[in-house]
């Protein structure tokens, strides 16, 4: 049994027997919701989405004979027993449900078929109501269309008597219209008024010519017109006439049809005449111009920006309502479109343009840039106004004006660098060459140099933050492409900033390489010194910084103009640091060589006594050495020294050689056998490094002090060269270069460059000398240490 209901549920049991089982199992018995669905089978979106499956009992698309095949196909008889079985339970269910639901709902069938019943009773009466309205609407309408009818004719009628009330109204005001011109034409009334009046009346005047009191009427009216047209003539050579009555005068002319050829001309000669007259009066406020050059040009009375405010607002503002008026009387009538206009403007805004550039000639000082600034801005903004109407009004020529402006700016600010840096150069030779009282030291060469550098580079970087004024965002011509490229990049960076540096330099050069004009002083070498101090600092830092700043101030363009590389610049720099301290050195050697040349030529070298003493120019020599090295010790560094001898200071002196003991040869010596000397002497010469006087220094202190020291020392070998010695003259010499021996070493870079010159000098006095006996170098150690 177990198996038979369990076969009658899988097949579409009874609902018992499909209570437990899920509802989304396929071929399971679906629960039912109620008696009406089991009635009325599933619904219609259930039905949907199930398959069409004929087998299924409960499915829309049952089929008894498909359902009887499967199951005797499928169950054996005892299933088929117990489906039997659960069919007639279910059956019997059925028809007691559906008994049940009758009771419950008869009386609710019975009320439902009351209901229709009266529905229909009022639905037949409501037909008869609609038919009895549809014929009365069918009479209305009829009534209505006669109504219509006899309402069109009434309007139709009524129009008809409008048109003649309107005609004969128009007939009236054509009769009244020479009593109207006439009130209104006459001088001083609304000559405005009776123009609009003919206007309008002058097309049905001319249309009705061929009848003669239409006839009459428009002969009256044109010989009012005409008078009327005489007087505004006569006005219109009125000087006094402002543009707005002016146009307006031309606009009544051309309303009665006046030629336009002849009002183009007076309109444009009158309007010339008052430009003219603004211009003539902007010219009085600029000083007349001398010829000869020689007369002081006296200061303009007015500021740049009051001048271009008044000559825009009253000549550009003006020509601008010139323009617009001209464009709006005459457009399109024939005769007046020949570019007379852009011609007439052309030539007024060139003489503008002429008296505004004079104005700017004017502004000779830096003054306010911002003022300048404001000035062309205005001039180029209203220009710009101007050129919207007129094209061809000189667009060109006003951006050149206001970018001459600019480059002369620009050219004024290196004029002031410049002066100014001369200015800060008379400053500092001042303080070199102001006397210093006793016990007070005046500024020293870096306080100097840093105060010279400070001020110029402050100055350059002011000049640059005032340049900067033409680029500001603000500013209406810094969008042209002039001031996008070639002002950044030619007239800033190449023309002021490149041009300053060179300038400086050539200028710091020229103390070394211009020759000194007749009575002028020359420049003291401590100027010499911190020139060249300057200008190796600008080839290190200060142009590669004045240039990243103008830069990043005065972006150039990637398409623009090329640049003069920083390198360039840098070298220049470094070559006249170069010549400076090289003159330096030539300078300050002469000066120790001309006491030197002094000394040996004023002396009596043949009659002179035994040394007992250094002479005072060798004591001069040494003091001027140490406070040079004091002084190139305060602005360059102290350099590298060649490794020093232990006995530099005690080095024997000889008159000979500087490789042989100083008695050695005297006993040898005689005036019999002077070739040995002299042979000795050669040889040495060969096997002794050569020495370059004339070398360029390095930029160090020992370098700098190496180069005046043989400067010196050779002008002293020459100049002992030329003179013939006695035997206590030789010996002079031998203690004067002893003593020199003894302080100049320390100085050089290498002490074999003095050891050497030295003893040239020695070698080449023992030569020239008649009785060359030299002085014992005890001795001589004696007297250079009590010396």
């Given at each position: 049994?177990?198996?038979?209901?369990?076969?009658?549920?899988?097949a579409g049991g009874s609902p018992e027997a499909?209570?437990?089982?899920?509802?989304?199992?396929?071929?399971?018995?679906?629960?039912?919701?109620?008696?009406?669905?089991r009635y009325y089978g599933p619904s219609a979106?259930?039905?949907?989405?199930?398959?069409?499956?004929?087998?299924?009992?409960?499915?829309?698309?049952?089929?008894?004979?498909?359902?009887?095949?499967?199951?005797?196909?499928?169950?054996?008889?005892?299933?088929?027993?117990?489906?039997?079985?659960?069919?007639?339970?279910?059956?019997?269910?059925?028809?007691?449900?559906?008994?049940?639901?009758?009771?419950?709902?008869?009386?609710?069938?019975?009320?439902?078929?009351?209901?229709?019943?009266?529905?229909?009773?009022?639905?037949?009466?409501?037909?008869?109501?609609?038919?009895?309205?549809?014929?009365?609407?069918?009479?209305?309408?009829?009534?209505?269309?006669?109504?219509?009818?006899?309402?069109?004719?009434?309007?139709?009628?009524?129009?008809?008597?409008?048109?003649?009330?309107?005609?004969?109204?128009?007939?009236?005001?054509?009769?009244?219209?020479?009593?109207?011109?006439?009130?209104?034409?006459?001088?001083?009334?609304?000559?405005?008024?009776?123009?609009?009046?003919?206007?309008?009346?002058?097309?049905?005047?001319?249309?009705?010519?061929?009848?003669?009191?239409?006839?009459?009427?428009?002969?009256?009216?044109?010989?009012?017109?005409?008078?009327?047209?005489?007087?505004?003539?006569?006005?219109?050579?009125?000087?006094?006439?402002?543009?707005?009555?002016?146009?307006?005068?031309?606009?009544?002319?051309?309303?009665?049809?006046?030629?336009?050829?002849?009002?183009?001309?007076?309109?444009?000669?009158?309007?010339?005449?008052?430009?003219?007259?603004?211009?003539?009066?902007?010219?009085?406020?600029?000083?007349?111009?001398?010829?000869?050059?020689?007369?002081?040009?006296?200061?303009?009375?007015?500021?740049?920006?009051?001048?271009?405010?008044?000559?825009?607002?009253?000549?550009?503002?003006?020509?601008?309502?010139?323009?617009?008026?001209?464009?709006?009387?005459?457009?399109?009538?024939?005769?007046?479109?020949?570019?007379?206009?852009?011609?007439?403007?052309?030539?007024?805004?060139?003489?503008?343009?002429?008296?505004?550039?004079?104005?700017?000639?004017?502004?000779?000082?830096?003054?306010?840039?911002?003022?300048?600034?404001?000035?062309?801005?205005?001039?180029?903004?209203?220009?710009?106004?101007?050129?919207?109407?007129?094209?061809?009004?000189?667009?060109?020529?006003?951006?050149?004006?206001?970018?001459?402006?600019?480059?002369?700016?620009?050219?004024?600010?290196?004029?002031?660098?410049?002066?100014?840096?001369?200015?800060?150069?008379?400053d500092v030779r001042q303080a070199l060459a102001?006397?210093?009282?006793?016990?007070?030291?005046?500024?020293?060469?870096?306080?100097?140099?840093?105060?010279?550098?400070?001020?110029?580079?402050?100055?350059?970087?002011?000049?640059?933050?005032?340049?900067?004024?033409?680029?500001?965002?603000?500013?209406?011509?810094?969008?042209?492409?002039?001031?996008?490229?070639?002002?950044?990049?030619?007239?800033?960076?190449?023309?002021?900033?490149?041009?300053?540096?060179?300038?400086?330099?050539?200028?710091?050069?020229?103390?070394?390489?211009?020759?000194?004009?007749?009575?002028?002083?020359?420049?003291?070498?401590?100027?010499?010194?911190?020139?060249?101090?300057?200008?190796?600092?600008?080839?290190?830092?200060?142009?590669?910084?004045?240039?990243?700043?103008?830069?990043?101030?005065?972006?150039?363009?990637?398409?623009?103009?090329?640049?003069?590389?920083?390198?360039?610049?840098?070298?220049?720099?470094?070559?006249?640091?170069?010549?400076?301290?090289?003159?330096?050195?030539?300078?300050?050697?002469?000066?120790?060589?001309?006491?030197?040349?002094?000394?040996?030529?004023?002396?009596?070298?043949?009659?002179?006594?035994?040394?007992?003493?250094?002479?005072?120019?060798?004591?001069?020599?040494?003091?001027?050495?140490?406070?040079?090295?004091?002084?190139?010790?305060?602005?360059?560094?102290?350099?590298?020294?060649?490794?020093?001898?232990?006995?530099?200071?005690?080095?024997?002196?000889?008159?000979?050689?500087?490789?042989?003991?100083?008695?050695?040869?005297?006993?040898?010596?005689?005036?019999?056998?002077?070739?040995?000397?002299?042979?000795?002497?050669?040889?040495?010469?060969?096997?002794?490094?050569?020495?370059?006087?004339?070398?360029?220094?390095?930029?160090?202190?020992?370098?700098?002090?190496?180069?005046?020291?043989?400067?010196?020392?050779?002008?002293?070998?020459?100049?002992?060269?030329?003179?013939?010695?006695?035997?206590?003259?030789?010996?002079?010499?031998?203690?004067?270069?002893?003593?020199?021996?003894?302080?100049?070493?320390?100085?050089?870079?290498?002490?074999?460059?003095?050891?050497?010159?030295?003893?040239?000098?020695?070698?080449?006095?023992?030569?020239?000398?008649?009785?060359?006996?030299?002085?014992?170098?005890?001795?001589?150690?004696?007297?250079?240490?009590?010396?």
């Amino acid at each position: 049994m177990a198996e038979v209901e369990a076969a009658g549920s899988g097949a579409g049991g009874s609902p018992e027997a499909g209570t437990g089982t899920s509802s989304s199992s396929g071929g399971g018995w679906r629960r039912p919701h109620g008696p009406l669905q089991r009635y009325y089978g599933p619904s219609a979106a259930e039905a949907a989405e199930a398959a069409p499956d004929p087998a299924d009992i409960n499915g829309p698309h049952f089929d008894p004979e498909v359902f009887l095949t499967k199951v005797r196909s499928e169950c054996p008889l005892g299933q088929l027993l117990a489906r039997e079985a659960a069919l007639g339970r279910e059956i019997r269910a059925l028809d007691s449900d559906m008994q049940t639901l009758l009771y419950e709902n008869y009386n609710k069938f019975i009320s439902a078929t009351d209901t229709i019943r009266k529905m229909k009773v009022d639905f037949r009466r409501m037909e008869a109501e609609m038919d009895d309205l549809a014929a009365n609407m069918a009479a209305i309408s009829t009534s209505s269309a006669r109504v219509s009818a006899a309402l069109q004719d009434r309007h139709r009628r009524g129009a008809q008597l409008a048109g003649v009330q309107a005609l004969l109204r128009k007939l009236q005001s054509l009769v009244e219209v020479p009593g109207r011109l006439r009130r209104w034409a006459a001088p001083g009334a609304e000559p405005a008024r009776a123009l609009r009046c003919y206007t309008r009346a002058r097309a049905v005047l001319r249309h009705y010519r061929h009848l003669p009191s239409f006839r009459a009427i428009e002969d009256e009216s044109h010989a009012i017109m005409a008078d009327l047209a005489q007087r505004l003539r006569a006005r219109l050579r009125d000087d006094t006439l402002d543009p707005k009555e002016l146009t307006e005068c031309v606009e009544m002319l051309l309303q009665l049809e006046e030629p336009p050829e002849e009002l183009c001309e007076e309109f444009l000669s009158h309007a010339g005449a008052r430009l003219e007259a603004e211009l003539a009066a902007l010219e009085a406020e600029l000083p007349a111009a001398d010829p000869s050059g020689t007369a002081a040009t006296p200061p303009p009375a007015s500021d740049i920006l009051d001048f271009v405010d008044r000559g825009s607002s009253a000549f550009v503002g003006n020509l601008c309502l010139l323009a617009a008026s001209y464009r709006s009387l005459f457009e399109g009538r024939p005769g007046a479109g020949d570019g007379r206009l852009e011609a007439f403007a052309a030539t007024l805004t060139t003489r503008y343009f002429e008296l505004l550039e004079r104005r700017l000639a004017l502004e000779r000082g830096l003054g306010d840039t911002s003022l300048l600034v404001r000035a062309l801005d205005r001039f180029h903004r209203r220009l710009r106004a101007l050129l919207e109407l007129l094209p061809a009004a000189g667009a060109e020529a006003g951006a050149a004006l206001v970018a001459r402006a600019a480059r002369e700016r620009v050219d004024r600010y290196l004029r002031a660098l410049q002066t100014f840096f001369l200015g800060c150069l008379g400053d500092v030779r001042q303080a070199l060459a102001a006397p210093r009282p006793p016990g007070k030291e005046g500024p020293g060469l870096p306080d100097l140099l840093a105060t010279l550098a400070s001020s110029v580079l402050g100055q350059l970087k002011a000049v640059l933050a005032y340049v900067q004024l033409f680029t500001a965002k603000d500013v209406a011509f810094a969008s042209l492409p002039y001031f996008k490229g070639e002002f950044c990049v030619e007239a800033v960076r190449e023309g002021l900033v490149v041009a300053f540096v060179r300038w400086l330099c050539r200028t710091a050069r020229g103390f070394a390489d211009g020759p000194a004009e007749r009575g002028a002083p020359a420049a003291p070498p401590a100027l010499l010194l911190l020139l060249a101090r300057l200008c190796l600092d600008y080839e290190a830092t200060t142009i590669s910084y004045i240039l990243t700043l103008t830069d990043e101030q005065f972006p150039p363009q990637d398409t623009g103009p090329a640049v003069t590389p920083g390198p360039a610049l840098c070298a220049e720099a470094r070559g006249a640091a170069q010549r400076l301290l090289d003159h330096y050195v030539q300078v300050q050697g002469a000066a120790v060589a001309q006491m030197l040349r002094k000394s040996v030529e004023t002396r009596d070298w043949l009659g002179t006594v035994e040394p007992r003493n250094v002479r005072a120019v060798m004591k001069r020599v040494v003091e001027d050495i140490t406070a040079i090295d004091v002084q190139v010790g305060q602005l360059f560094e102290e350099g590298v020294r060649r490794a020093q001898s232990s006995d530099s200071s005690r080095r024997a002196f000889s008159v000979y050689s500087s490789s042989r003991a100083p008695g050695r040869y005297a006993p040898s010596y005689t005036p019999s056998a002077p070739m040995d000397t002299h042979l000795l002497s050669n040889i040495q010469k060969l096997f002794s490094e050569r020495i370059d006087i004339f070398s360029p220094v390095e930029f160090n202190k020992v370098s700098v002090l190496t180069g005046i020291i043989k400067i010196s020392l050779k002008t002293l070998l020459e100049c002992v060269r030329l003179r013939t010695l006695g035997r206590f003259g030789l010996q002079q010499v031998q203690v004067d270069g002893h003593y020199l021996q003894l302080y100049l070493w320390r100085f050089a870079a290498d002490e074999r460059v003095v050891q050497g010159l030295l003893d040239e000098v020695a070698a080449s006095a023992a030569h020239r000398c008649l009785d060359p006996v030299p002085m014992e170098h005890s001795v001589v150690e004696l007297i250079c240490e009590r010396g």
